[in-house]
């Protein structure tokens, strides 16, 4: 099932993606386990981020070639970070550069798969760890590098957590759905030039791992997301390097899922 989250006069609500492209509500909550989809057509309205996280949890440099890239060994367990629920962003909204002090110039993106936790997870084995998978959508990992080498005291979280630094979208596919999340092709497009092509499978710590780690001593809440690293071709280890700047525009595509695009604005 591919479900939206989209603005209705009600609020908002799911949508259910038929294979024609049309769309059919959703009645209950897909985080509760309660939802079904209804035989009444739907018009969509503005395209909301498909989930409303409770946690973000990221997982640093957990692709081989991304590792390479950055100068860096790969991580013998997965390397956690959390990004705030604030940086969420809705697809097709604007990617804002922030006014900090100092002032960042280095910002950059980082295709992502996001997990989406579908049930109350604690301790779980590698072995049942997809079962409480609801599914997956596209994430940008947006974050300001220099604030992340450089002014950060050492952490991740405030280079990676300003306001609109989570794009998310623009579906959630269920895990039915998409059965073999270490066998995708995952992009990013700056402007429409290929800057990341590669695939889920170089991936060192695959989605059951992940969702086995973090669920140990930790309960995984309905509804968290879990980023789950990026490929090589990020912005800053590129020569020149590439960061993001205002009337830029940054698609993230992973095959399964579709494309999740947003505009760069700012500084605000």
């Given at each position: 099932?591919?479900?939206?989250?989209h603005l209705?006069?009600?609020?908002?609500?799911?949508?259910?993606?038929?294979?024609?492209?049309?769309?059919?509500a959703?009645?209950?909550?897909?985080?509760?386990?309660?939802?079904?989809?209804?035989?009444?057509?739907?018009?969509?309205?503005?395209?909301?981020?498909?989930?409303?996280?409770?946690?973000?949890?990221?997982?640093?440099?957990?692709?081989?070639?991304?590792?390479?890239?950055?100068?860096?060994?790969?991580?013998?367990?997965?390397?956690?970070?959390m990004?705030?629920?604030?940086?969420?962003q809705?697809?097709?909204?604007?990617i804002?550069?922030?006014?900090?002090?100092?002032?960042?110039?280095?910002?950059?993106?980082?295709?992502?798969?996001?997990?989406?936790?579908?049930?109350?997870c604690?301790?779980?084995?590698?072995?049942?760890?997809?079962?409480?998978?609801?599914?997956?959508?596209?994430?940008?990992?947006v974050?300001?590098?220099?604030?992340?080498?450089?002014?950060?005291?050492?952490?991740?979280c405030q280079?990676k957590?300003?306001?609109?630094?989570?794009?998310?979208?623009?579906?959630?596919?269920?895990?039915?759905?998409?059965?073999?999340?270490?066998?995708?092709?995952?992009?990013?497009?700056?402007n429409?030039?290929?800057?990341?092509?590669?695939?889920?499978?170089?991936?060192?710590?695959?989605?059951?791992?992940?969702?086995?780690?973090?669920?140990?001593?930790?309960?995984?809440?309905?509804?968290?997301?879990?980023?789950?690293?990026?490929?090589?071709?990020?912005?800053?280890?590129?020569?020149p390097?590439?960061?993001?700047?205002?009337?830029?525009?940054?698609?993230?595509?992973?095959?399964?899922?579709?494309?999740?695009?947003?505009?760069?604005?700012?500084?605000?």
């Amino acid at each position: 099932m591919r479900l939206i989250r989209h603005l209705t006069p009600s609020g908002p609500a799911h949508a259910a993606v038929q294979p024609d492209g049309s769309l059919l509500a959703v009645e209950g909550d897909p985080l509760a386990g309660t939802h079904r989809v209804t035989d009444r057509p739907v018009t969509a309205g503005k395209l909301l981020a498909p989930v409303v996280p409770p946690n973000i949890l990221a997982i640093g440099l957990n692709y081989r070639k991304h590792a390479e890239e950055g100068g860096k060994g790969v991580p013998e367990r997965p390397m956690l970070f959390m990004k705030t629920t604030t940086a969420v962003q809705n697809p097709g909204d604007p990617i804002a550069i922030p006014a900090t002090e100092p002032a960042t110039t280095e910002i950059d993106y980082e295709a992502e798969l996001a997990v989406v936790i579908g049930r109350t997870c604690k301790d779980v084995a590698v072995a049942d760890a997809l079962s409480y998978v609801l599914g997956y959508t596209c994430a940008n990992d947006v974050s300001a590098r220099d604030w992340q080498s450089r002014w950060g005291g050492g952490q991740f979280c405030q280079a990676k957590s300003f306001d609109t630094f989570c794009p998310l979208g623009p579906v959630l596919v269920t895990a039915d759905e998409l059965t073999d999340p270490q066998d995708l092709g995952i992009r990013t497009l700056l402007n429409g030039v290929p800057m990341q092509d590669w695939t889920t499978g170089d991936m060192v710590f695959g989605v059951a791992e992940l969702v086995a780690f973090l669920s140990r001593g930790r309960t995984l809440l309905p509804g968290t997301v879990i980023l789950t690293g990026t490929p090589h071709g990020v912005g800053f280890a590129r020569k020149p390097p590439v960061f993001l700047k205002a009337g830029d525009t940054v698609t993230v595509e992973i095959d399964g899922i579709g494309a999740l695009t947003n505009p760069v604005v700012g500084p605000y």
